[in-house]
């Protein structure tokens, strides 16, 4: 969700992380059908599955197509189907895979979490929210469309009900880093350096590689005055990015170390 990480980018200099991409998309299980057609249709969604995992998204399309000519009313195969080509970048056939999902089970909160997150790609904000929220109306323990509304609110500036959001994503999936992360991220947008910091610290306690939360709370350490936690965790975040092969953000957080060692 690119339109999202840059709508983060201009708060903090590290960019928003988000559990958001073609593996996030869920697959809904499919209703028995006799048993010949059930056994073929259930092979065919086998096989795409298998090659979505192999990365073969063109492969999967192929068996989710077939598994459609088995079954026109197979929901998992049009939300399989709708997965690879989001997975492909092909935002439009994916909402057009969801939209017959949904189609054939109005309420059915996956494959109104997956057009909402598809939405939120094509820059639909609306139209990503109102289907993140009827996810969340038919399934209220949906933590995953919690998230993703977060980040759609944080995208367009609504700061405390993404909070909000992130609060309940939390609270249903307390291991969540990124969400930890995201609503730190989103509470410097509002100038709670305390939280934002509280935040980062339990997103390093779960994930103590995510480079990205020692960079941020090492630039609000040298904020509020703190300059050796500051340059602490700007070195961590530095060593991270180097050791992931970010290039980018290990020369721009050795830029951010350079500022802060300054008299």
């Known amino acids: 969700m690119n339109s999202l990480r840059k709508a983060i980018e201009a708060v903090a200099v590290f960019s928003i992380t988000t559990v958001l991409s073609g593996s996030a998309l869920l697959v809904h299980a499919q209703t028995l059908q006799p048993s010949s057609v059930q056994s073929n249709l259930a092979n065919l969604l086998n096989q795409g599955q298998v090659k979505a995992k192999q990365g073969d998204h063109r492969g999967a399309i192929a068996a989710y197509t077939q598994a459609l000519r088995a079954n026109s009313k197979s929901t998992e ?10 997975d492909l970048g092909d935002f439009k056939r994916a909402v057009s895979d969801f939209e017959q999902a949904l189609q054939l089970e109005p309420r059915n909160p996956k494959a109104l979490y997956n057009r909402g997150e598809v939405r939120s790609d094509l820059g639909n904000a609306p139209g990503a929210i109102q289907d993140l929220s009827q ?16 980040l759609v609110y944080a995208m367009t500036g609504n700061s405390q009900q993404a909070i909000a959001d992130f609060g309940q994503a939390i ?19 509002v100038g709670d350096a305390k939280g934002a910091i509280a935040d980062f610290n339990q997103a390093i306690k779960l994930n103590p590689s995510l480079a990205e939360a020692y960079g941020n709370r ?20 530095a060593q991270l990015f180097q050791k992931q092969g970010d290039r980018n953000r290990y020369q721009q957080t050795l830029e951010f170390i350079q500022q802060v060692q300054q008299p």
Do not use: F, M
């Not at 399989?80 to 989001?86: D, E, K, N």
């Not at 609270?171 to 947008?189: C, E, H, M, Q, S």
């Not at 300059?227 to 070195?235: G, V």
């Open 77 to 86: 195969a049009y939300l399989g189907r709708g997965s690879a080509h989001h």
């Open 135 to 150: 996810a969340i109306r038919v399934n209220p323990n949906y933590a995953e469309a919690y998230d993703t509304r977060a």
């Open 171 to 189: 609270r249903l999936k307390p291991k969540n880093a990124d969400a930890y992360y995201n609503r730190g991220k989103t509470r410097t947008v």
């Open 218 to 237: 090492g630039i609000l350490c040298s904020q509020t005055g703190n300059k050796p936690a500051a340059l602490a965790d700007l070195r961590q975040a």
